[in-house]
DNA sequence: TTCTGAAATTAGACATGGCTAATTTATCTA
DNA sequence: TAGATAAATTAGCCATGTCTAATTTCAGAA
């Protein structure tokens, strides 16, 4: 879960500015009460950073897990794309596999990669 | 759940020529009274069928899904091996991923496995 | 500056999947 | 055949992640 939040919500303060829980409820397809208390887990876990009814920030915790996550998550659907899976469907998978694949298979991954230099 | 379940019934039925519980706590690293209850759980969704203190058995659906996802298993793995992942590492990737792979993608990992033969 | 509507939160319920401790059942051996 | 032991089950607890209904807060428009 955390995961996929921080995710996210880094990607939600790139490109809008700023995370809201009705954004993130949209985008996860949940409800909002359910994004208030996963929220509320990640400020527990050091994640995020939060006053209530306010923006979510990531802690620098946060940012480095986020960063991770938003890593592997390229690799995996680059790799996909690589085989000749269609957009929509790569997404969709990654989004599943990347919390499976271990550094090693992340690694041969990007190797089988290297030379489509279609990633990055 | 359910398909991990079935999928290491069938195993250990052709293996071991039955499937009890305690095999089945220690291969998925649970404790008994944790099988037993989702062994209820798969009766009820009509996967198993069994009396209890006996071995448990899949019903025609059981084996359908169970052979589903053997048939999925055995592609991942195929597919890890084949980018020069280690054997270890494949077996334990392939089953956090296998839950999460569209039929499209399990095509795919399969023309890209062809001109190896190395599975089946 | 007040009020209204959207966003967020709280409260409380439910399903899933895990655990420990205690009990029951089945089986094998003495 | 009677006990002992290993397997299985029951009872009851916990954490996670979801929901709906009701309430509170905030911010922008009248």
Request: net charge negative.
């Given at each position: 879960m955390a995961e996929d939040y921080v995710e996210l919500i880094a990607e939600l303060?790139?490109?809008?500015?700023?995370?809201?829980?009705?954004?993130?409820?949209?985008?996860?397809?949940?409800?909002?009460?359910?994004?208030?208390k996963n929220?509320?887990?990640l400020k527990t876990a050091g994640l995020?950073?939060?006053?209530?009814?306010r923006a979510i920030f990531l802690t620098d915790a946060g940012q480095d897990l986020a960063e991770t996550c938003r890593r592997r998550h390229r690799i995996v659907v680059a790799f996909l794309l690589s085989l000749g899976i269609d957009e929509e469907?790569?997404?969709?998978?990654?989004?599943?596999?990347?919390?499976?694949?271990?550094?090693?298979?992340?690694?041969?991954?990007e190797k089988a990669l290297k030379p489509h230099r279609r990633y990055k």
């Amino acid at each position: 879960m955390a995961e996929d939040y921080v995710e996210l919500i880094a990607e939600l303060i790139e490109t809008r500015g700023e995370a809201r829980p009705v954004e993130i409820a949209e985008r996860l397809g949940v409800k909002p009460p359910t994004v208030t208390k996963n929220i509320s887990r990640l400020k527990t876990a050091g994640l995020v950073r939060r006053e209530p009814y306010r923006a979510i920030f990531l802690t620098d915790a946060g940012q480095d897990l986020a960063e991770t996550c938003r890593r592997r998550h390229r690799i995996v659907v680059a790799f996909l794309l690589s085989l000749g899976i269609d957009e929509e469907t790569a997404e969709r998978d990654a989004e599943g596999i990347e919390h499976h694949v271990s550094e090693t298979t992340l690694e041969a991954f990007e190797k089988a990669l290297k030379p489509h230099r279609r990633y990055k």
